[in-house]
């Protein structure tokens, strides 16, 4: 061991007189206070200047009541923290009391700036592809279509049959697509046929052709009526009207706007 460990040491024999320190070492108010002298002091009983003094864990503690009773000048009294505390607990409640039921569910709401607000923003309107706007910027037949849709011009629509053209419809498109599938409006419908009785070995595979319209007037579904012309030695002209007619794209042969003559001839033909 050093020298000035030993020195530092104190010693726990009577005769040394040292070990015991000097009041001022021993004394907690003094500038020379040690408190390692006072822990192997026999006189550090005697040092204490108030020997019933509030034990305290830390520092904090210590300071936290001080300034509960109004500073470090006052006098610790455990009757006083204790009354203190009752105040400040009935204090609580009664500010709880008289606080609005509403306050008690509603969150506190954070507050901005006029800077910091909220930014509102417009969803954008979700573009939709169909082939009405897809054929605002183009050009072509059904560009055309599309126009004598809009300004409600009647239209003339030839349909095949197995092979050759099979008639022609009449009315106002009221849709389409690109397939070229249409739904018509106020239809005059005109087609060809073969008479029945004309060459029946060639025609009439399946027999004889039979009326179903007793049956359908039976389920109620009214057939527009029929009417026939001939039209030569082996043809028939057959007409009807229609209120409504839906064109099937594969049937389609060729889409025009149909001439004054031809509304002069259907019109007088009804």
């Known amino acids: ?3 000035s460990e030993e020195s530092s040491t104190p010693s726990h024999s009577g005769s040394d007189s040292s070990s015991e320190g000097s009041p001022t070492m021993l004394d907690p108010t003094s500038n ?6 006072v822990l192997y ?17 830390n520092v904090g503690q210590f300071e ?18 204790k009354q203190i505390q009752q105040e400040r607990a009935a204090n609580s409640k009664r500010a ?5 039921s509403s306050s008690w569910t509603e969150m506190p709401q954070r507050r901005f700036l006029p800077h910091q607000g909220m930014i509102k923003a417009e969803k954008p309107a979700r573009f939709k592809r169909n082939i009405l706007m897809k054929l605002e910027n183009t050009d072509g037949p059904l560009k055309l279509l599309l126009g004598w849709m809009r300004e409600r011009i009647r239209v003339k629509v030839y349909t095949r049959k197995e092979s050759g053209v099979r008639g022609f419809v009449t009315g106002f498109v009221e849709a389409f697509d690109k397939h070229w599938n249409m739904a018509l409006v106020d239809v005059y419908e005109s087609w ?3 008479k029945y009785h004309y060459s029946e070995n ?14 359908l007037r039976k389920m109620g579904i009214q057939v527009p009526e029929i009417s026939v012309q001939s039209a030569g030695r082996k043809y028939v002209m057959c007409s009807r009207k229609v209120p409504k007619l839906l064109i099937r794209g594969e049937q389609v042969v060729l889409v025009t706007r149909e001439n004054s003559v031809d509304v002069k001839k259907e019109k007088e033909e009804q």
Do not use: I, N, W
């Open 192 to 194: 060809k046929r073969r």
């Open 32 to 37: 020379c206070f040690k408190p390692l002298r």
């Open 202 to 215: 060639k025609l009439c595979t399946l027999g004889e052709p039979q009326d179903c319209s007793e049956v």
């Open 96 to 100: 709880q009391m008289q606080m609005p």
């Open 41 to 57: 002091s026999r006189k550090a009983t005697r040092a204490v200047p108030v020997p019933e003094a509030k034990l305290h864990d």
């Open 64 to 81: 936290s009541c001080f300034k509960q009773l109004g500073g470090f000048d006052q006098q610790y009294s455990a009757e006083r923290m």
């Open 1 to 3: 061991m050093s020298d």
